[in-house]
T-cell receptor, first 116, second 112 residues
Framework: GENVEQHPSTLSVQEGDSAVIKCTYSDSASNYFPWYKQELGKRPQLIIDIRSNVGEKKDQRIAVTLNKTAKHFSLHITETQPEDSAVYFCAAGLANYGGSQGNLIFGKGTKLSVKP | NAGVTQTPKFQVLKTGQSMTLQCAQDMNHEYMSWYRQDPGMGLRLIHYSVGAGITDQGEVPNGYNVSRSTTEDFPLRLLSAAPSQTSVYFC???????????FGPGTRLLVL
């Protein structure tokens, strides 16, 4: 089955710096890669996702890149702000639209701290 | 539009007791799932459903049962609670797998 490794487990940056979180996956069939942000005591929220037919996707200060050959994908946050402080989770799964697949495997998370 | 709701918010059980964690969504989502979250372990998928009457096992299904008789509801049953099931449980839903998944507020379960 799928296995997702996420690094680093903790990351501390100064406000305004960039932050990069990396994930690797094991199942080459996986084609859906979402990223979630979870603030302390809150529920996870999707911040960006990418599918295997795309190499990069951006949404304002957040971007995700995917390297299918190497089976890794990364989250990039630019111009970090204190409100970016949270735990970030990557995940991987196989989405066969209209089918029966639904197994999403998460990484163990990265705790990002942005110091003002 | 309440989104994804979960009850109860917090529960204490004794070993061997049974209980059902409730999850409901009012967004007409076909895909629903249950996760448990333990410190340092991230989110682990317990069971999921791609539509009413269809369920399947996730990463850690042992000790849990689910059913999906309606599109709106996806209850999670613990038949005989064990201390290892102490965790925070999240229910989530999306239009289909691979679309934006919305999480409920979570249920904190303590098994003594």
């Amino acid at each position: 089955g799928e296995n997702v490794e996420q690094h680093p487990s903790t990351l501390s940056v100064q406000e305004g710096d960039s932050a990069v979180i990396k994930c690797t996956y094991s199942d080459s069939a996986s084609n859906y890669f979402p990223w979630y942000k979870q603030e302390l005591g809150k529920r996870p929220q999707l911040i960006i996702d990418i599918r295997s037919n795309v190499g990069e996707k951006k949404d304002q200060r957040i971007a995700v890149t995917l390297n299918k050959t190497a089976k890794h994908f990364s989250l990039h946050i630019t111009e970090t702000q204190p409100e970016d402080s949270a735990v970030y989770f990557c995940a991987a799964g196989l989405a066969n639209y209209g089918g029966s697949q639904g197994n999403l495997i998460f990484g163990k998370g990265t705790k990002l701290s942005v110091k003002p | 539009n309440a989104g994804v709701t979960q009850t109860p918010k917090f529960q204490v059980l004794k070993t061997g007791q049974s209980m059902t964690l409730q999850c409901a969504q009012d967004m007409n989502h076909e895909y629903m799932s249950w996760y448990r979250q333990d410190p340092g372990m991230g989110l682990r998928l317990i069971h999921y459903s791609v539509g009413a009457g269809i369920t399947d096992q996730g990463e850690v299904p042992n000790g849990y049962n689910v059913s999906r008789s309606t599109t709106e509801d996806f209850p999670l049953r613990l038949l005989s609670a064990a201390p290892s099931q102490t965790s925070v449980y999240f229910c989530a839903s999306s239009y289909s797998f691979g679309e934006t998944q919305y999480f409920g507020p979570g249920t904190r379960l303590l098994v003594l």
